[in-house]
């Protein structure tokens, strides 16, 4: 029980970490684009991680190298339409949105009939948050489809990581899929033209701490998490995400939410609490990374 006083701290520590990143690299869009953040946040996380880890110190066979790369894909892809979200929502909607991907690996493995009331708390919320107003609090059609496409993403991301750590430890797995994940990235950033500022050093310094803040730290941290917290306590904790993304947003970008769009968000994020209750026991000390380290 005394772990928890220790792991606990460590994991909001992480959310804020991540979310923290998030509205930083949102201000930093003006400047490089969207795309270019995505691709400096990756590459600056994937050069931390790799220095990190040094995962070159341990084989990596033929046969393991498809689901790294596949991996790798959807972190990267994921990422990419995070920032793209991101760029026309609230952080915290944007958040909130992308939360309907773990949810709903989580919610497949549930088959009991009060588990129907959690699909239904988070189809309520993603309801809410649906552009249906035609007032000015309408929000962008175009970015809560780049953030459900991020979830579909987070979800894949989730899957190959699962099936991937049945071969290769996460060590090795997730400096290897971060560097992936930027390599993706890169004939997109090569495209978008918005490389100019890229030299300006205080833009490179901003890369770097997004990349350390977003998803560095946040990997390192877990290591000592994902070993001891049960995956029902992680799961309530994460829960908190969306609300931590939303303050972030409130403070930081000045990003003012509707009562209805708090509302949204609580439902999904009591969506989320139900759903951890209800995991097996038997799943309680499936690996947490791929829940968290991916991150916005």
């Keep these: 029980m005394s772990h928890l006083f220790t792991l606990v701290p460590l994991l909001l520590i992480t959310m804020v970490s991540i979310q923290s990143g998030a509205a930083f690299a949102k201000q930093l869009f003006p400047a490089v684009g969207v795309i270019s953040a995505a691709f400096l946040r990756l590459f600056f996380a994937a050069l931390t991680l790799l220095l990190l880890f040094r995962p070159w ?15 790798g894909l959807s972190l990267g892809s994921m990422n990419m339409l995070c920032y793209l979200a991101m760029q026309r929502l609230p952080l915290g909607i944007a958040v909130a949105i992308e939360f309907i991907g773990p949810l709903a690996v989580a919610i497949s493995s549930l088959r009991k009939k ?66 992936i994940a930027s390599l993706i990235i890169f004939p997109f950033f090569l495209l978008t033209g918005e490389k100019e500022n890229l030299v300006i050093p205080s833009n490179l310094l901003s890369g770097a701490a997004i990349g350390v803040c977003s998803s560095a730290l946040p990997c390192f941290l877990e290591t000592f998490v994902m070993k001891s917290l049960s995956l029902t306590t992680f799961g309530i904790l994460m829960s908190l995400e969306p609300v931590v993304a939303a303050l972030f947003g409130l403070f930081l970008l000045d990003e003012q939410l509707s009562l209805f769009q708090w509302a949204a968000i609580g439902s999904i994020i009591f969506a989320s609490i139900g759903t951890s209750l209800r995991i097996p026991k038997k799943q309680e000390k499936i690996d947490l990374e791929a829940h968290e380290s991916a991150k916005n």
């Design 114 to 179: 009060i588990d129907l009331l959690w699909i239904l708390l988070a189809l309520l919320g993603l309801l809410f948050l649906l552009p249906i107003k035609t007032d000015q609090e309408s929000l962008d059609p175009i970015g809560i489809l780049y953030a459900l496409a991020s979830a579909l993403f987070w979800a894949l991301y989730i899957i190959f990581g699962k099936r991937a750590r049945t071969s290769i430890s996460t060590s090795q797995l997730v400096p290897l899929g971060v560097t």
């Design 57 to 71: 110190k341990k084989r990596l066979t033929l046969a393991n190298l498809p689901m790294v790369a596949l991996y």
